[in-house]
């Protein structure tokens, strides 16, 4: 079955790195675009960045532009999320989601994994 | 930067209709996505492309959008569908997303 597994997060201090991986297990990983979404404690879904299947497009929110780093390794069913420069106001809990379009119909992140936390805090 | 509006909240009694709204200047050309999140748990897909329901999601749920604003409607809604809602979109370029701000159904 379809299966989404994040890691990596953490607690780390304001302006340090963190790279958050999710494994993915279950279908062909690149025939789909991946998204990162977080989520703050008891706050609302906020959408992060996705990479197309192959890798040629990313693109990221405002909030993270110049800071996050979305990449995949296609040989390793892995993608990732290079967090520079953390802010306090990065804390949140980090999932994985694959899209897919296919035949004109885009299905949307129809799997998501359980999600990382990340905590930036001095 | 682009936004969809969501009512915070919405209640009903069990067996009767629901109905979720979510607003943007973008949705006559774009998709909405609907997910449902219950407490402590990741979100589930229940409606995408405005009307589709994916396999396995009840047959009460139904999504529908015309001009700026989707819907998601869930008829004889149950105590089970207690959850915050969000729609989903892209800007009008396309490769953005957006999540609406939630709206947190109560069912009792």
């Known amino acids: 079955q379809v299966q989404l597994v994040e890691s990596g997060g953490g607690v780390v201090q304001p302006g340090r790195s963190l790279r958050l991986s999710c494994a993915a297990s279950?279908?062909?990983?690149?025939?789909?675009?991946m998204h990162w979404v977080r989520q703050s404690p008891g706050k609302g879904l906020e959408w992060v960045a996705v990479?197309?299947?192959?890798?040629?497009?990313?693109f990221y929110a405002d909030s993270v532009k110049g800071r996050f780093t979305i990449s995949r390794d296609n040989s390793k069913n892995t993608l990732y999320l290079q967090m520079n420069s953390l802010r306090v106001e990065d804390t949140a809990v980090y999932y994985c989601?694959?899209?897919?379009?296919?035949?004109?119909?885009?299905?949307?992140?129809?799997?998501w994994g359980q999600g990382t936390l990340v905590t930036v805090s001095s | 930067s682009y936004e969809l509006t969501q009512p915070p909240s919405v209640s009903v009694s069990p067996g009767q209709t629901a109905r979720i709204t979510c607003s943007g200047d973008?949705?006559?050309?774009?998709?909405a996505y609907w997910y449902q999140q219950k407490s402590g748990q990741a979100p589930v897909l229940v409606i995408y492309e405005d009307s589709r329901r994916p396999s396995g999601i009840p047959a009460r749920f139904s999504g529908s959008s015309s001009g700026t604003m989707a819907t998601l409607t869930i008829s004889g809604a149950q105590v089970e569908d207690e959850a915050d809602y969000y729609c989903?979109?892209?800007?009008?370029?396309?490769?953005?997303?957006?999540f609406g701000g939630g709206t947190k159904l109560t069912v009792l």
């Open positions: 990479i197309w299947y192959d890798g040629g497009y990313k």
């Open positions: 989903y979109s892209t800007d009008s370029s396309g490769n953005h997303g957006v």
């Open positions: 989601a694959r899209d897919i379009c296919t035949n004109g119909v885009c299905y949307g992140q129809d799997s």
């Open positions: 279950g279908f062909t990983f690149s025939d789909y675009g």
């Open positions: 973008a949705l006559p050309k774009k998709n």
